[in-house]
């Protein structure tokens, strides 16, 4: 079954770190583009970070230089490491396969920044 | 960054109607436009990419038209499922961008 499940998110207080999973199969994530997409709470969807299949990475202005995007070929699995964690990052995390529109999604993993 | 004015944010419809979903970009895009559907709690869905083309699985009862800056997502005749929130997502240039979401609520 092609499917993504995400996993790592929880309760973190502001300036803290996460790292979110997303364990693909049914597919090769190395060989497709796959984004992370996030939603606030009752709020709209917002593109996070997109990783090429040859490994050129790119960030929404809100998260560079405190977010980075991964991948481990071996493990077929995404990764978004996530620093200096602010109460507005606070949302579910979506991994997506990207072939610039998402038609593959995860069914989401919720961090909570707060203190 | 290409800002997107989705409307309307709420719509009441009843089952059989004919609702109409619009999306204005704020410069052109060709046809670089996807729409999907998101149910609560769960994960957004494709409906449709390319402004018209449908995603294998669904309903014929959706459909899309448009490019350039305007488009419009239309349900030919509302089921009880599709009671549902849906957005636009224009992949024309960096940043990928998302309209702000039309609610179906049912009347």
């Known amino acids: 079954e092609v499917q993504l499940v995400e996993s790592g998110g929880g309760l973190v207080q502001p300036g803290g770190s996460l790292r979110l999973s997303c364990a693909a199969s049914g597919f090769t994530v190395s060989s497709n583009y796959m984004s992370w997409v996030r939603q606030a709470p009752g709020k709209g969807l917002e593109w996070v970070s997109v990783i090429y299949s040859g490994g050129s990475t790119y960030y929404a202005d809100s998260v560079k230089g405190r977010f980075t995007i991964s991948r481990d070929n071996s493990k077929n699995t995404l990764y978004l490491q996530m620093n200096s964690l602010r109460a507005e990052d606070t949302a579910v995390y979506y991994c997506?396969?990207?072939?610039?529109?998402?038609?593959?999604w995860g069914r989401g993993t919720l961090v909570t920044v707060s203190s | 960054v290409i800002w997107m004015t989705q409307s309307p944010s709420l719509l009441s419809a009843s089952t059989g109607d004919r609702v109409t979903i619009s999306c204005r970009m704020s410069?052109?895009?060709?046809?670089?436009l996807a729409w999907y559907q998101q149910k609560p709690g769960k994960a957004p869905e494709l409906l449709i990419y390319a402004a018209s083309t449908l995603q294998s699985g669904v309903p014929s009862r959706f459909s899309g038209s448009g490019s350039g800056t305007d488009f419009t997502l239309t349900i030919s005749c509302l089921q009880s499922e599709d009671f549902a929130t849906y957005y636009c997502?224009?992949?024309?240039?960096?940043?990928?961008?998302f309209g702000q979401g039309t609610k179906v609520e049912i009347k």
């Open positions: 997502q224009q992949y024309y240039s960096f940043p990928w961008t």
């Open positions: 997506a396969r990207d072939g610039d529109y998402f038609d593959l």
């Open positions: 410069q052109g895009i060709s046809s670089y």
